[in-house]
T-cell receptor, first 111, second 117 residues
Framework: QKEVEQDPGPLSVPEGAIVSLNCTYS??????FMWYRQYSRKGPELLMYTYSSGNKEDGRFTAQVDKSSKYISLFIRDSQPSDSATYLCAMSARGFQKLVFGTGTRLLVSP | GAVVSQHPSRVICKSGTSVKIECRSLDFQATTMFWYRQFPKQSLMLMATSNEGSKATYEQGVEKDKFLINHASLTLSTLTVTSAHPEDSSFYIC?????????????FGPGTRLTVL
């Protein structure tokens, strides 16, 4: 069993839709939860990170962590074609050291 | 935000040759750099962690004699794939942090696509 599971997609939505991206994990030691965006043939770019459980909002993006269920989510409101990319969840037991990544979900937002 | 560059962005080589990939932090001093490998439709897999001036720490299953890592300065780390074979073809990405405490963001480079013929 992988430590972090993420549906690879692709997930296709129309412009303006609310997008929900999710990951599950098995390691209860994980305390830091990140979401990265990766465009084709580029390195990942950090979108948001959360420590422990709870919600965090940044503009159109909201990250949620439910440690009791070992489940994290990223919501994108009013999705735009420019949001089309692969979204990777990552997590660690200690800050930004030794990140464990999900496979990434490819998101396609059509105009 | 902080910028990390990689060179080359793409390399094609013959089986049996060695390839060196450079990772540079352009506007900050990186005490810790990480090397990842990403196969198609798979997640980034951490290969090794390197701290400036010390030997790299390799993840389980990564051959340290095959993937040589040198972190000679606070702005440069290199990954050398020795005697490359087609199964080493992958996307190699480095990242860097500003501190070794692990509380600062990892900044990722744009990646290097290695193709071994």
């Amino acid at each position: 069993q992988k430590e972090v599971e993420q549906d690879p997609g692709p997930l296709s939505v129309p412009e303006g839709a609310i997008v929900s991206l999710n990951c599950t994990y098995s390691n209860s030691a994980f305390q830091y939860f990140m979401w990265y965006r990766q465009y084709s043939r580029k390195g990942p770019e950090l979108l948001m990170y959360t420590y422990s459980s709870g919600n965090k909002e940044d503009g159109r993006f909201t990250a949620q962590v439910d440690k009791s269920s070992k489940y994290i989510s990223l919501f994108i409101r009013d999705s735009q074609p420019s949001d089309s990319a692969t979204y990777l969840c990552a997590m660690s037991a200690r800050g930004f050291q030794k990140l464990v990544f999900g496979t990434g979900t490819r998101l396609l937002v059509s105009p | 935000g902080a910028v990390v560059s990689q060179h080359p962005s793409r390399v094609i080589c013959k089986s049996g040759t060695s390839v060196k990939i450079e990772c540079r932090s352009l506007d900050f001093q990186a005490t810790t750099m990480f090397w990842y490998r990403q196969f198609p439709k798979q997640s980034l897999m951490l290969m090794a962690t390197s701290n400036e001036g010390s030997k790299a720490t390799y993840e389980q299953g990564v051959e340290k004699d095959k993937f040589l890592i040198n972190h000679a300065s606070l702005t440069l780390s290199t990954l050398t794939v020795t005697s490359a074979h087609p199964e080493d073809s992958s996307f190699y990405i480095c990242s860097a942090t500003t501190e070794g405490r692990g509380t600062d963001t990892q900044y990722f480079g744009p990646g290097t696509r290695l193709t071994v013929l």
